[in-house]
Each structure stands twice: as structure tokens, then as C-alpha cells.
């Protein structure tokens, strides 16, 4: 994502319902359609998506090994932003949501068709990934549609978090939002034969999140594969010339309709 913060987020709606047994529910605008391809900005109808509560958190041990992660089925439809906008990926990535009383869980599997020419040198926690592989979390747990919390891992598990705050700009060079900010999450990634694999459990706690039977939360997701310079995001859209926002951006909704900001 480059500048203009939030401007650069398109995010699904994250409902969870800690106090229900039911589950996370994720809803999601899918981007438009082939067919619609020439109305820039046409949005299709929402898409949901629902994790699984358990009891017992999973083995964080950067691979889906544990039956727990089995429980909750994975997300795809992931379409390239980068370099041919709407395509689908070059390669698979699937994400799997549960949760527990106190904390969120991420089971992320980035398939690769040549697992040998996956990069990935930086070992600094908070310094630009943007040389490496890696996969990035945005989550606006607040649902202000002003800020948001990111949360970047590479195939190392090497840590990048950041904020993004009242659509401040960034320093599209050193990666989406603010590294300034060091929340409490834990992470592991390996590098397997078939790609790259890596668990995340973030706190609620980290995320200021207040207990509540209903909280919607703003989110994506996005894949960077450094060899191709390919960028593929679970929601993104292309704006129009006359919105005054660069073409291929990533944006985040001002409202649970998706509507962008301003």
C-alpha cells in the first residue's frame, strides 16, 4: 500500500461475537466482477465469512500442523493488485480465522509453485519487509474507519507492526503505517515445500478491544511475492480518475456498506 493512510485500505467487516458460541463472522466486499470490469467503483454485493470460537488455543508453531486450525475453513479469492489489477494470484493463499476468550489466531498458508525462490533476509523486527515475501493483517478493531492496526510477518517470522492513524501519511518505503508503535502479538513462519506457512495470535488486549456481544471490526489481508513484485489482496478495488486517489489502491470503508472516505 502506498500513502494516504487509511485512503489505502479497503477492509471487510470483522463481526465477533465473543459472547456467543456461534463464531467470528467476516464480511467482505468482493471486487467487481470481470464483467463489470469497465464501471470503475461498481461494488458487489458482500461476501461473509465465519471463524471458529475454541476453547483451546492452537500450537503456534508457524505451520497448520494442529487439528485445531482444521476447524475453521480457510479464506481465499485473493485477487492481484499488483502488476495486473483483478487477475487472479499467481499463487494460492489461505487464511484461517479462530478465536478464544482472550485472543485472535491467524493460520496463513502462502502456497508456492517454487518454494526455492521464496526471499527472505530481514531478521529486524519493524524495519521495511518490502526486499522480502510477506504477508500483512490490517485490522480497525475500533470500526472508526480512521485508524487501524497492521500486523506483517515474513517467511523468517520476522515482526512488523505499525498504526495507521487518522489517515496520516506514510513513508510508502518503509511499509503501510507507523512503525513506531510495538503492540503484543506472537508470531512463527517456516518455509515448507509447498510455500510458506505462518501463526499470529494477537491479544485483544492489543487491539483496545472492548467485550461486547456484537463488534465489527474493519480488515484485509494482503500477500507480497518479492520475485514477481506481485501484490495480492483479499479486497481491493481501482478508483476512479475523478475520485483524485491513485489508480490500484487498496482503500478502507467509511462505512459497513464500503462506502470509501472522503
Known sequence: MSADGLSKIRSCLLLVPLLCPSGIVLQAQSRPSAQRE??????????????????QAPKLDGTLDDP??????????FLQREPFEGQPPTEKTEVRIIYTKHEVYFGIACFDSDPKKIIATELRRDVSQELDDYFEIIIDSAHDRRNAYVFQINPL?????????????????????????????????????????????????????MRSRDVIWGINFKRFIRRKN???LWYGRTEPPESGRPANCMEYPRSAAGVCLS
Do not use: K, Y
Open 157 to 209: 517470522g520476522t515482526q512488523r507492526d505499525a498504526l495507521i492513524t487518522e489517515e496520516r501519511r506514510t513513508d510508502t518505503s518503509t511499509g503501510d503505517g507507523d512503525p513506531g508503535w510495538d503492540g503484543v502479538w506472537t508470531s512463527e513462519a517456516r518455509i515448507t515445500n509447498e510455500g510458506w506457512t505462518a501463526t499470529i495470535a494477537i491479544p485483544f488486549s492489543t487491539l483496545n478491544f
Open 38 to 55: 469497465g464501471q470503475i467503483g461498481v461494488q458487489e454485493p458482500l461476501r461473509t465469512w465465519e471463524a471458529m470460537r475454541v476453547e
Open 68 to 77: 485445531v486450525w482444521q476447524q475453521a475453513n480457510p479464506i481465499g479469492n
Open 230 to 232: 506481485e501484490e495480492d
